[in-house]
């Protein structure tokens, strides 16, 4: 059988559509708002931030001149979620911050709530005086950073941020690589298809590899064919850009082996079975799962953690064009299984499925994948709580816990096997989309059938802040990333994975 060549139509046709000589000029950059005293540009007080709960008001005002205690009775300040006041000096000058943060029981925002100052102070120098008993001053160092992130590339803004100087009790290396993949992973989801397409993902890839030594790899084009990822190549090759499989490879080989994997369409027009404008307004963010999986490595490599890493992305684009491919298509996979197409916008769990069978390949202790997968999560979770999946009960407890604690919270969500119904072709071994119910459960169970038993999670994550909340501007987001680090440096690849 003879298969349509792919190759770089941009060289073929000599048309250009992406903006490269713009590009290089305004590269993404993470500035961290996170300083060391010995980095501070003045040399009086940083300003004092104190970061109160109600009951904590009144001995706070006690601390303060005349003047100042005045000034936030007179604005009523209380303590309370969200209340701040911002206290003058004999000059005018800013002379403290008074923060609320509340009481409420439920609040699960907590050190986060800090991530709105950094946003919303004037320029300056500031530091942290005061934190109620049970907020971690880590934390709130990167509720800092991450709320202190714009996505400037084609908007500049001119406003200097507001710093934070971060006193030697806190490990400020861990908070910047918690910040710096943060803003990684938004950087790349906030950037339009047009300057995000399969050949720039790629190359923020090699940048990361790059930076921390990692070896970069990548099977582009017809080479997938020869390869033998055939679903990859199937959803891609009508896009401009030629799809590919890029590997990383970090770390030492006596470390356990973890496997990260990431979604990574750098548009989903939903293919033949072509989205409506609303449904494909925000697809530039499906990339999603491939940036969260960079974001993850990036805090790996950062801190050297004892992992050997392999880190999979699934690049393509789902267009369309006279070499689509189809509804009715059976497609051959990595693994042996055929798959009857039933809707070419259930295209992630195919690029995904040669992934992760590839991931298998080298027994790793664990696979991560990261995916924008499914609508359904959506409708289930909303945009804010990630479900994941995963083939070893041993792991919804520790993992949801880490998450939580990092307040960067997660949600179980079942491997329901009876479902696996839905995903019955009369004629191939399976199809890639199930019915109207249970949207996010049958594309992990599509997934689940190319994992073999290798221990495995699956994150259905969003990408995207609706609206902005504390910490989180509005727009790409990174979600578990955080969580699941904190549970990997903690030992997590330890826990008794049999099946
Ligand atoms: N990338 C989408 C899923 C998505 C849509 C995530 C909206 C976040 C917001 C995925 O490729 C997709 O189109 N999924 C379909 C699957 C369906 C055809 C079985 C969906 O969720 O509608
Ligand atoms: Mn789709
Ligand atoms: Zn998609």
Redo the contacts with the bound molecule.
């Keep these: 059988m003879s298969h349509t060549r792919i190759v770089n139509k941009r060289k073929e046709v000599g048309l250009t559509t992406s903006y490269d000589s713009w590009r290089s000029e305004h590269c993404m950059s993470h500035p961290t708002t996170l300083i060391r005293p010995s980095e501070r540009d003045s040399s009086g007080a940083a300003i004092a931030v104190h970061v109160l709960r109600p009951d904590a008001v009144e001995d706070a005002l006690a601390g303060l001149n005349a003047l100042q205690s005045g000034f936030a009775r007179s604005r009523a300040f209380a303590g309370e979620a969200g209340q701040t006041a911002l206290l003058p000096d004999d000059d005018g000058s800013i002379a403290a911050v008074l923060m609320g943060v509340g009481t409420e029981a439920m609040d699960l925002e907590r050190e986060m709530r800090v991530g709105q100052l950094s946003s919303s102070l004037p320029t300056g120098e500031y530091a942290l005086a005061s934190l109620p008993d049970d907020f971690s001053a880590r934390l709130t160092t990167v509720a800092w950073g991450m709320g202190s992130y714009r996505f400037t590339r084609y908007l500049k803004d001119a406003r200097e941020p507001a710093l934070l100087v971060v006193g030697d009790t806190v490990d400020i290396d861990g908070a910047r690589a918690a910040v710096t993949a943060t803003g990684l992973g938004r950087d790349l989801i906030n950037t339009p298809a047009g300057d995000m397409g399969p050949i720039a993902l790629a190359e923020a890839a090699r940048d990361l590899a790059r930076e921390h030594g990692a070896e970069y790899s990548e099977i582009v084009g017809d080479d997938l064919l020869e390869q033998n990822y055939p679903m990859i190549h199937a959803v891609g090759r009508a896009a401009h850009e030629a799809p590919r499989l890029v590997e990383l490879e970090w770390g030492d080989d006596s470390h356990p082996r973890l496997a990260i994997i990431g979604?990574g369409?750098t548009f989903?027009t939903?293919g033949v079975?072509m989205?409506g404008a609303s449904?494909a307004r925000?697809?530039k963010?499906?990339m999603g799962g491939a940036a969260h999986a960079l974001a993850l490595a990036s805090m790996i490599m950062a801190a050297k953690l004892p992992i050997r890493l392999h880190c999979l992305l699934a690049i393509a684009e789902?267009a369309v064009s006279a070499n689509a491919y189809r509804p009715g298509d059976i497609l051959p996979s990595r693994t042996g299984l055929t798959v009857e197409i039933?809707?070419t916008?259930?295209?992630?769990?195919l690029v995904l499925g040669d992934a992760l069978c590839k991931a298998t390949e080298s027994n790793p202790a664990l696979m991560i994948d990261f995916?924008?997968?499914?609508?359904?999560?959506?409708v289930a979770l909303g945009p804010q709580l990630p479900p994941f999946f995963t083939n070893r009960d041993a792991l919804h407890e520790p993992v949801s816990e880490h998450c939580m604690r990092e307040l960067d919270p997660v949600w179980p969500m079942p491997l329901w096997q009876p479902y696996r119904a839905m995903l019955r072709s009369p004629i191939a071994d399976m199809k890639?989309?199930?019915g109207r119910f249970a949207?996010a459960v049958?594309?992990a169970l599509f997934l689940e059938r190319f994992v073999a038993d290798t221990p495995w999670m699956h994150f259905?994550v969003?990408?995207?802040n609706p609206a902005a909340r504390a910490g989180h501007p509005k727009g790409a987001d990174v979600y578990a990333v955080r969580g699941l680090f904190s549970w990997l440096a903690a030992g997590g690849l330890n826990t008794p994975m049999e099946s």
């Design positions: 979604k369409i989903d939903g079975n989205k449904g925000l697809m963010k499906d789902n039933d809707n916008d259930a295209e992630g769990r995916a924008t997968l499914t609508g359904a999560a959506r890639n989309a199930g949207g049958t594309a259905d969003y990408g995207w």
